[in-house]
C-alpha cells in the first residue's frame, strides 16, 4: 500500500512486553490502521524488553516496509538499565506488583530514550485508527500532556458521572484530581521537552508516588493524572473514542477518531461496524493466519455442541429428582420475574426469596420437595447449606445451570479466539 508521503514526520510510541508472542498482534493491528489512514512520514518509536520474538521484530519491520514508514525498536532493559533498575528497587521496596508491568511503565522513560524528540503520540495497543494522525499531531499542546477528558466524553453521550469508582477514591483524596479532569491514558500526546523541564526522571518519580501513595489501582494512568490533571491540555472526545461507552450508547456507525477497545473489548460480531473495524485491519496484517481461525471456528463449534449437551443433561437430572419431588424455586425477590419467563415456571409453583438471616433457608421439607436456587456465588452458598447438614443434589441443586448464558465451564469466548488467530 505505497502513498505519497507529506514532509511532516509524526512520531508515535507503543510499548511491548509479550512473554506469550500472541500480543504483538494488537500492536501491529493498531500500527497498520495508522499507517492506512494518514499520508505523514511516521516514525514508530516500539518500546520493549527481552519477550519481543525475531519473528514478531521481522512482522513489525515488513508491515512498516510495506507503508514506507519507519519503526525503531529500543529494549528499555539495556538503553535504559540504570533507571530501570532504580524503579525495580524502588517497587520491590512498597510498591504492590498486582497491577505493575513493565510495559505499562516504559512509557515514562520516553523522555530518557528519545532525547531529541520534543513531541511524541503515546498509544495503548488496543487502539484502532479510523482518522488521519496528523490531526492529532496537528493539535495544541501547550502543556507536559495532552488527552481526552473521561468527564467530557461521557457527557458527549448525554451522561453523567455519577462517583468516583472505590479503585479510584485514593487518587482524588490524595491529589488534586477531579471528575472533571481525570482521563484515560490510552491515547496522549506527550510534550517531551516540557516533561524534561519539569522532571528529573519521570519514571522514577511516578514509582516513588506509587510507593507513597499504596492505595493508587491504575498506577500508569494515576501516575499520569496525579502529575498532570491541573494542568493536561484538553484534546476533543475523538481521539480516545471508548468502545464500552460507544457500544452501549453509540450509534452502530464509524465516525472519525481513534477507537480505544479498552479491556481487550474485541468481538467476532462483525454485524457492529466498530467490532469488525478491528477485524478488517487484523486479517490485513502479517500476523493473520487463516487456518488458526478456521481450527477455531471449528473449535466454538465443537464447544457449542458440548454446551447444549450439558444444559440437557441437567435439565434431564432435575426432571428425575422433580419427578418425585415438588419443585420450589430459590432466588432474589428482583428476579423472579426473569426466571419465572425464561424457564416456563407456572404462577402457582412457588418462589421463595433467598435471606441468610432466616431461621429456615430451604423452607419447604426435603422428603417432598427439591430446591432449584438462581443465586450469584453458588460455590459459596453450597458450603454454607452443606454446613447446615443440606446435601446437594439430594436436597438443592444450581438452577442458574438451566440458563445457557451460565453454562461457561466449556466457554470460548471471543477474546480467546481473537488472540490465537
Given at each position: ?277 478491528f477485524l478488517d485491519y487484523l486479517i490485513c ?19 457449542n455442541a458440548m454446551k447444549v449437551q450439558r ?27 426473569r426466571i419465572r419467563k425464561e424457564l416456563f ?77
Amino acid at each position: 500500500m505505497s502513498k505519497k508521503h507529506s514532509n511532516r514526520t509524526v512520531h508515535v510510541s507503543y510499548s511491548l512486553s509479550d512473554k506469550s508472542g500472541l500480543y504483538s498482534k494488537f500492536v501491529g493491528v493498531s500500527m497498520l490502521s495508522m499507517f492506512e489512514n494518514t499520508n505523514a512520514n511516521v516514525i514508530v518509536h516500539l518500546l520493549h524488553d527481552d519477550t519481543l520474538s525475531d519473528k514478531n521484530r521481522e512482522r513489525f519491520q515488513s508491515l512498516a516496509k510495506q507503508y514506507h514508514q519507519k519503526i525503531l525498536f529500543y529494549n528499555v532493559l539495556e538503553l535504559a538499565k540504570d533507571t530501570w533498575g532504580e524503579a525495580e528497587r524502588i517497587h520491590l521496596e512498597g510498591v504492590s506488583s498486582e497491577r505493575y508491568t513493565k510495559a505499562n511503565m516504559f512509557q515514562f522513560l520516553l523522555p530518557e530514550l528519545l532525547p531529541n524528540v520534543n513531541k511524541v503520540i503515546r498509544l495503548d495497543a488496543d487502539t484502532v485508527f479510523n482518522i488521519d494522525v496528523q490531526k492529532l499531531w496537528n493539535e495544541k499542546v501547550d502543556t507536559e500532556v495532552g488527552a481526552i477528558s473521561d468527564y467530557e466524553l461521557l457527557s458527549s453521550f448525554g451522561l453523567k458521572m455519577l462517583g468516583i469508582d472505590k479503585r479510584c477514591s485514593a487518587l482524588y483524596e490524595e491529589t488534586d484530581a477531579t471528575l472533571e479532569t481525570a482521563f484515560n491514558a490510552g491515547v496522549t500526546v506527550f510534550r517531551l521537552d516540557l516533561m524534561r523541564k519539569t522532571f528529573d526522571n519521570l519514571l522514577i518519580a511516578g514509582v516513588k508516588l506509587l510507593k507513597e501513595h499504596p492505595k493508587f489501582h491504575f498506577f500508569d494512568n494515576d501516575i499520569l493524572i496525579a502529575f498532570f490533571a491541573k494542568t493536561y491540555t484538553h484534546l476533543p472526545i475523538k481521539y480516545n473514542l471508548r468502545l464500552n461507552y460507544v457500544i452501549q450508547y453509540g450509534k452502530n456507525e464509524l465516525t472519525e477518531g481513534i477507537y480505544h477497545y479498552v479491556g481487550r473489548n474485541y468481538s467476532l460480531n462483525v454485524s457492529d461496524v466498530r467490532y469488525k473495524l478491528f477485524l478488517d485491519y487484523l486479517i490485513c496484517s502479517p500476523w493473520f493466519d487463516s487456518s488458526v481461525f478456521s481450527s477455531v471456528c471449528k473449535t466454538i463449534q465443537r464447544t457449542n455442541a458440548m454446551k447444549v449437551q450439558r444444559r440437557l443433561q441437567v435439565i434431564n437430572f432435575i426432571n428425575r429428582v422433580c419427578s418425585t419431588k415438588k419443585r420450589v424455586i430459590v432466588g432474589l425477590s428482583n428476579d423472579e420475574k426473569r426466571i419465572r419467563k425464561e424457564l416456563f415456571i407456572a404462577d402457582d409453583e412457588p418462589f421463595v426469596e433467598f435471606l441468610l438471616d432466616k431461621e429456615k433457608i430451604l423452607p419447604y421439607p426435603f422428603e417432598t420437595h427439591f430446591h432449584l436456587l438462581f443465586l450469584p456465588y453458588y460455590d459459596k452458598i453450597k458450603n454454607i447449606l452443606e454446613k447446615m447438614g443440606y446435601e446437594e443434589f439430594v436436597h438443592f441443586a444450581n438452577g442458574m445451570e438451566l440458563m445457557p448464558r451460565y453454562i461457561d465451564n466449556l466457554k470460548v469466548d471471543d477474546v480467546s479466539v481473537i488472540y490465537n488467530v
